[in-house]
């Protein structure tokens, strides 16, 4: 039986920030939930997580997060509160009134180690099952181990003491083998040793660390990827983790088939899925839950988020949000969808056109300088350059119909709420309130007046 436990009370002075530095994101996820997902490949029974500055944030966010949302076979998550931040080793002695009788393992993650896959922690847990450890730990040899605590062990891997980094003599500090934060103890052992932490150190908190002297045997296990286990404690480790979990995504997705071109100004996170044949061109952003079919092209320059894009689909320079294209349409340059905005096949949404909740027929274009909200177009639609739904009175939104094959004039307005029937006609410039029958031809604005030989009045002097 193993019980997870998070630690994620700490404010992280060095990120200097107001959020609670496990709520920092990091590729569209907070680094709480990623370490939350690294365990998803394990089976537990109980998911601990202890809370303390801002807690009540830290807790509304995972449970609206989407790691609870993707996950909903694991075990819910139970949130202990510690309400002073003594240190790693006083987080993990809140946990003593909740795991009261356990028996099983406790694999204690940091909450800021947001890189570790699924496999290590595995091989952690095989490790100290196999040895029938008291705790394990997970280690590995940095070039730069500035920062970590550091790990002594003897020559059968088994450790005999952790010293902080800034507790370490200069001798010390020359050991490179740093913990990892992460840790599987036999629970029953822990908890008779946890009361005994004394917090006689530079910090003067009570370390989780310590705990090592007291048990036995505990054994250190190496990381084959150092790269797994940075800690995130100021910005620049934040921005170094973003650059190791690009390159994995990307990495990923050209094997599979994807070109991208100028790789390092693109950036997708993790959630996003490819499909062969997709090419991602210079500057171009993927983001939430994307979905690219095969044959796309998506930029230079543009952004999808939270969309689905069909096959053969091409987006130049454009921001696509909430929304779903399918094949063979054409967005942009410089077109902006959002708020559930649908287009159907063989589309063309193109120069300076925004679309919000609109849903777009097959083969119908809106090819320039429009805004479309709440509107409904079906098939082989044209809408003119310039037409506008005025779909907002002030208060509230309004929606636009309008039928298969019906044409928008230039610099139309269609002022909602309003139904175009199937093949309309609407003449430039018209600002058309009134709902309009199939196969009309509707003109709304005044008539030009031409007066043959009008001249302005010469002045009086
Ligand atoms: C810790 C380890 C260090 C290790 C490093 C790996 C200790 C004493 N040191 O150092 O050996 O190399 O992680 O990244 O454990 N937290 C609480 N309550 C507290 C204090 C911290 O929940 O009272 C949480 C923080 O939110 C954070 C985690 O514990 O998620 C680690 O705390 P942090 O202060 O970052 O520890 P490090 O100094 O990095
Ligand atoms: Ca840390």
């Not at 294209?325 to 340059?333: I, K």
């Not at 907002?392 to 610099?411: C, L, P």
């Amino acid at each position: 039986m193993i019980a997870i436990a998070i630690l994620a009370a700490g404010r992280g002075t060095r990120m200097k920030s107001d959020l609670p530095k496990v709520l920092h994101e990091l590729g569209g996820r907070s680094l709480v939930e990623r370490v939350l997902q690294s365990c998803q490949e394990i089976e537990i029974c109980r998911r601990l997580v202890i809370v303390g500055y801002r807690g009540e944030l830290v807790k509304q966010s995972l449970i609206e997060g989407k790691e609870i949302a993707d996950n909903p076979q694991s075990p819910p998550l139970e949130f202990v509160e510690q309400t002073e931040q003594l240190g790693t080793g006083h987080a993990i002695q809140q946990l003593l009134p909740h795991l009261e009788g356990f028996q099983g393992d406790l694999l204690v993650l940091n909450g800021d180690v947001p890189l570790l896959r699924a496999e290590t922690i595995k091989q952690l847990m095989a490790v100290h099952k196999q040895h029938q450890n008291s705790a394990t730990l997970l280690t590995a040899n940095l070039p730069n181990p500035q920062g970590y605590g550091r790990v002594f062990t003897d020559s059968q891997n088994l450790v005999q003491q952790i010293v902080e980094d800034r507790d370490c003599t200069p001798d010390q500090k020359q050991n490179h083998r740093i913990n990892a934060g992460v840790y599987c103890f036999h629970w029953p052992d822990l908890e008779k040793i946890l009361p005994e932490l004394k917090a006689d150190n530079d910090q003067k908190e009570y370390y989780l660390t310590d705990t090592v002297t007291f048990l036995n045997p505990v054994r250190a296990v190496d990381v084959e990827d150092y790269q797994e286990i940075l800690g995130i404690n100021d910005r620049k480790h934040l921005a170094t983790a973003c650059d190791i979990l690009q390159t994995r995504v990307k990495d990923k997705w050209m094997t599979a088939g994807v070109t991208l071109l100028d790789p390092s100004s693109i950036t997708i996170d993790d959630t996003v899925e490819l499909q062969p044949d997709v090419v991602i061109e210079p500057q171009t952003h993927l983001r939430g839950q994307t979905a690219i079919a095969s044959g796309s092209r998506i930029g230079p320059g543009s952004l999808i988020e939270n969309s689905q894009i069909g096959e053969n689909v091409t987006v130049l320079y454009s921001v696509v949000s909430d929304s779903i294209v399918a094949e063979n349409s054409r967005v942009g340059p410089y077109a902006h969808l959002r708020g559930h905005a649908e287009i159907g096949a063989n589309c063309r949404v193109g120069n300076f056109v925004e679309l919000k909740n609109t849903q777009l027929g097959d083969r119908t274009n809106v090819a320039h300088l429009s805004y479309l909200g709440d509107a409904t177009l079906g098939e082989k639609v044209n809408i003119g350059a310039g037409t506008i739904t005025a779909n907002y009175d002030g208060k509230n939104k309004h929606k636009t119909q309008i039928g298969d094959r019906t044409k928008t004039g230039s610099n139309s307005v269609l002022v909602a709420p309003i139904t175009l029937g199937e093949d309309v006609t609407v003449a430039a410039g018209s600002v058309v309130t009134e709902d309009v029958p199939n196969d009309c031809l509707v003109i709304a604005r005044s008539r030009q007046v031409v007066k043959p030989g009008w001249k302005l009045k010469e002045p009086k002097k």
